[in-house]
């Protein structure tokens, strides 16, 4: 399990760094929520991997992550992931008011002469 987790950490991280550095800004976007979303999936890995695990402990059981998961790093993803979609709309809203007052979406304003 752990092991497709950090896999897919990397491609995500890799595929949005590999976008961020395009010359296209809605490129630039799309390459920054890969990142949020390779961060995101890193938080909640920090709160322990575990298949059947109760978050909250139980009476009678140690309060060790052998018997229960960390519910703080779930609670982080989730608020990041609603901020994140947020100024993921907003960057949007921007990048179409740039492109309809520049006439294109080139990240320094100019285009590649062929």
Known sequence: MEIVISVSIGV??????????RP???QVLIGLSLLSYAVNL???TVGSLAIAAEPIVKPGLA?????????LPQSLVLTAIVI??????LFLV?????????????????????
Request: hydrophobic letters at 45%; proline letters at 4%.
């Open 12 to 21: 995500l991280a890799s595929a949005g760094v590999w976008l961020v550095l």
């Open 24 to 26: 296209r800004t809605f």
């Open 42 to 44: 890193f938080i909640f």
């Open 63 to 71: 309060a060790n992550l052998t018997n229960y998961s960390d519910p």
């Open 84 to 89: 994140g979609f947020a100024t993921t709309a």
């Open 94 to 114: 921007v990048l179409l008011a740039l492109r309809g007052l520049s006439g294109g979406d080139h990240v320094d304003g100019q285009e590649e002469q062929p």
